[in-house]
């Protein structure tokens, strides 16, 4: 086996005798040990599905990247594998960097940015990104194919493809910044090997719309057509990005050969702490589903000190609404973790907090607006971090809490137009996500509860909350 895989996995193996497992994920996938951010070459094929991920398993911060790599039957166990891929060749010398996985007539094709640092290691003005090929006859094992696409003069990132077929040939949508402003770059292919360009789908016109597109995926969604993406550089502004980056998306029409017909402006995918880099893929019957990095970029990381550090979301599913709205939801397949449902009775709280549940990872709830005057109503999950309403503001807040102050605060989306709330909620060992009425919004952010507790309590504060009948499960572990 090449050696640089072989040393990378027994440097996982040797971190995974040390690691710590506070934080460590239940229901979520995270590396082994050592660090991971994006997914990549999320995809179905003969049966299995295949999540890769941005990966440095030398240690807990990121570093030269690898691709790790697990693999599901049924989207809710996962086993992990040995390392896909490993930097070191001329074109890819510094990192394997992100990207996406097609089924080519049955054989796993990754295809992914080879990154140089061209003067000093991290020194961004100065790189060299290329999209290379590698492919693999088990599943397990890949070969090397080299570079199969350059960037033109004048292109100064040039990263992270997404590839799909359609009409008889294959696309590819990469990431790119040209002139110091972001753009998502469209070519085509008949074989995966020999790539033209198509056209520029859309990009920044000013600095305020991102100086770099990262993670760019493009997908029909009902009768549209999405262009997903992480722009690099958006101002925040009152409630609107206020993330180092954000993630999100526009939507249009296309068709193959044609321009992008954008008919709405960017919009942000989950309003947490820590959601970034999604990328969609297939589901065996067809639905578009989608996994982001459940973190930030320059957030701290307490789990570090375990370790490890990065996760994904769960594995989420897309649709369109009658309005045009991509909503989010938890795929159906969660529910094989779910054990035997515990029902809590509807209650009104006036001025009070009541213990629900000390051990429950995933909560469905609905909270009555209407029957609710208190200044804020909600949950608490330990002292860790509380979901509650903000009467006063109209607004679904996600508040955390931690000793570390860059740990500390509130995201929050606006209250539904109708008068009932409805959440669901999963609490893993160091994460919240919250689906407010069946995914038309999403909250997603790390928590760290420093004494490990992560029961859940209903509150009320300052007058009275209407809470209806609620449902919890506990679940079980995703890995085999
Ligand atoms: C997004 C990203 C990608 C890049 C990868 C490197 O988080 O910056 O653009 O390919 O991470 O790890």
């Not at 996406?100 to 007539?105: E, I, K, P």
């Not at 549940?357 to 009555?368: F, G, I, K, P, R």
């Not at 931690?402 to 160091?430: H, K, N, Q, W, Y």
Request: hydrophobic residues 40%.
């Amino acid at each position: 086996m090449n050696n640089a895989l072989a040393q990378a996995d027994h440097a996982v193996e040797t971190l995974r005798a040390q690691r710590q497992d506070d934080y460590y994920p239940q229901f979520h996938l995270a590396p082994a040990a050592g660090w991971i951010n994006d997914p990549n070459g999320l995809v179905y094929i003969n049966g299995v599905y295949h999540a890769f991920y941005q990966h440095h398993p030398y240690d807990e911060n990121w570093g030269p990247m690898h691709w790790g790599h697990a693999i599901s039957r049924d989207l809710a166990h996962w086993q992990h594998q040995p390392i896909a891929l490993a930097p070191g060749d001329d074109y890819d010398k510094d990192g394997c960097f992100s990207g996406c996985a097609v089924d080519d007539n049955g054989v796993l094709t990754l295809i992914y940015t080879g990154h140089v640092w061209l003067d000093k290691v991290g020194d961004d003005d100065q790189v060299r990104e290329v999209q290379c090929l590698a492919t693999s006859e088990d599943g397990v094992h890949f070969v090397k194919h080299g570079p199969v696409l350059a960037p033109p003069e004048g292109i100064q990132h040039f990263r992270d493809p997404k590839v799909w077929s359609q009409n008889d040939g294959w696309w590819m949508v990469v990431g790119a910044k040209q002139n110091g402003l972001g753009q998502a770059r469209l070519y085509r292919s008949k074989d995966l090997r020999d790539w033209q360009f198509d056209r520029v789908l859309d990009g920044a016109q000013t600095l305020h719309q991102g100086y770099m597109w990262e993670c760019p995926d493009f997908f029909p969604l009902g009768e549209k057509q999405v262009l997903l993406f992480s722009p690099q550089g958006l101002a925040a502004q009152g409630y609107r990005h206020p993330n180092r980056f954000q993630s999100g998306y526009l939507l249009g029409h296309w068709q193959p050969g044609a321009d992008f017909d954008v008919t709405r402006p960017f919009c942000e995918l989950d309003a947490g702490h820590d959601f970034y880099a999604p990328q969609t893929f297939t589901a065996a019957d067809g639905r578009r589903l989608l996994f982001a990095w459940m973190d930030m970029w320059e957030s701290p990381m307490p789990s570090k000190a375990h370790g490890w550090a990065g996760a994904l979301t769960l594995p989420r599913e897309l649709t369109l609404n009658a309005e045009g709205n991509v909503l989010m939801n938890p795929a159906r397949e969660l529910a094989a973790l779910r054990g035997l449902p515990q029902t809590f009775a509807a209650a009104q709280l006036h001025n009070q907090r009541q213990a629900l549940a000390e051990n429950v990872q995933e909560l469905t709830l609905s909270l009555d607006l209407a029957a609710s005057d208190a200044e804020r109503y909600g949950i608490a999950i330990g002292n860790a971090a509380r979901l509650y309403v903000d009467n006063q503001a109209h607004r679904l807040v996600l508040e955390r809490f931690s000793e570390e102050p860059g740990l500390c605060g509130c995201r929050s989306v606006p209250l539904p137009a109708g008068d009932t709330l409805s959440l669901r909620v999963f609490i893993d060992r160091s994460s919240l996500e919250v689906f407010v009425n069946q995914g038309e919004a999403c909250l997603t952010s790390r928590i760290y509860p420093t004494d490990g507790r992560r029961g859940v309590s209903l509150f009320a504060e300052s007058g009275r909350a209407q809470f209806g009948a609620l449902q919890g499960w506990e679940l079980e572990s995703i890995w085999a």
